[in-house]
Structures are given as C-alpha cells and as structure tokens.
C-alpha cells in the first residue's frame, strides 16, 4: 500500500497529514509556527514533522510523495 504526507503550513500553525492511497488518514501532527524564528526554523518544524508520520508508517507502505501547501510566496534565495 501506497501513502503520501499532505502538508499545511498556516500563518500560525502546520498541520500534518499521513493518507493512505485510498484517502483514509493515518496519523496526523500538529505543530504551532513561530514566524519570528525566521525561514529556516519553520521549514526544519515542517521537515521534522513529516519525517515522524514517514518513520511511523513506511514499514506499513511506500511513500508516493509529499505534497505542501503555503498561504503566499516562499522565496529561498
């Protein structure tokens, strides 16, 4: 069985997701944004995230990918 991490990064919080291919949800993680802790540091609290929900189910699956949505423009220069 396949499985994907959905994420949604807010202006306050992110919000996880893992879904298995059949869109029954798996696990779910949540965490606040601290903006003022600037780029870097949100982007480590999204990565961090999805790596615990990939770590806790790739034994049951293959991860099929992970898609991300933001509110806005991310510039990584």
């Known amino acids: ?3 994907a991490i959905g994420v949604d990064l807010g202006g ?3 919000r996880v997701a893992a879904v298995r291919e059949d869109g029954y949800i798996l696990d779910r993680a949540t965490a606040q944004v601290k903006l003022l802790a600037g780029r ?3 982007i480590a609290e999204l990565c961090r995230a ?3 929900l990939i770590e806790r189910h ?3 699956g293959n991860l099929a990918g992970i898609g991300v949505g933001v509110p806005g423009i991310i510039y990584l220069d």
């Open 40 to 42: 870097d540091a949100v």
């Open 50 to 52: 999805a790596r615990t």
């Open 1 to 3: 069985m396949k499985f």
């Open 58 to 60: 790739e034994a049951s």
């Open 12 to 14: 306050t919080s992110l």
